[in-house]
């Protein structure tokens, strides 16, 4: 699977964005999809994972509250609304996308195969 993640881009604190990641070449519906960013000078760090069906979303402690993921599999698109934003949530976002959910590990990197190229988010503050 290809997976293409757009919209992001400059935002002052307290604002809102939503990222959109869509997918290609694979059965949408039969991945488990992932969020994760990466600061400069700083290791890539989860922010939300999505079951098959949509029905189990997890969140990191930092962005609980504030984002959402969420799934359209007619779309075969993962979305990332983000809320009340901070200056710490700058970073590239990428999203990800595996066939195996690893309920112990879904929030590692290394759970998913399959990464689209990132997309920039900037919070002025």
């Known amino acids: 699977v290809q997976l293409q993640a757009s919209g992001g881009g400059l935002v002052q604190a307290g604002g809102s964005l939503r990222l959109s990641c869509a997918a290609s070449?694979?059965?949408?519906?039969?991945?488990?999809m992932g969020w994760f960013r990466q600061a400069p000078g700083k290791e890539r760090e989860f922010v939300a994972a999505?079951?098959?069906?949509?029905?189990?979303?997890y969140y990191a402690d930092s962005v609980k509250g504030r984002f959402t993921i969420s799934r359209d599999n007619a779309k075969n698109t993962v979305y990332l609304q983000m809320n009340s934003l901070k200056a710490e949530d700058t970073a590239v976002y990428s999203c990800?996308?595996?066939?195996?959910?690893?309920?112990?590990?879904?929030?590692?990197?290394?759970?998913?195969?399959?990464w689209g190229q990132g997309t920039q988010v900037t919070v002025s503050s």
């Open positions: 990800a996308a595996d066939r195996k959910w690893y309920s112990y590990a879904y929030n590692y990197p290394g759970s998913y195969g399959y």
């Open positions: 070449g694979g059965t949408f519906s039969s991945y488990v």
């Open positions: 999505i079951s098959w069906s949509g029905r189990s979303p």
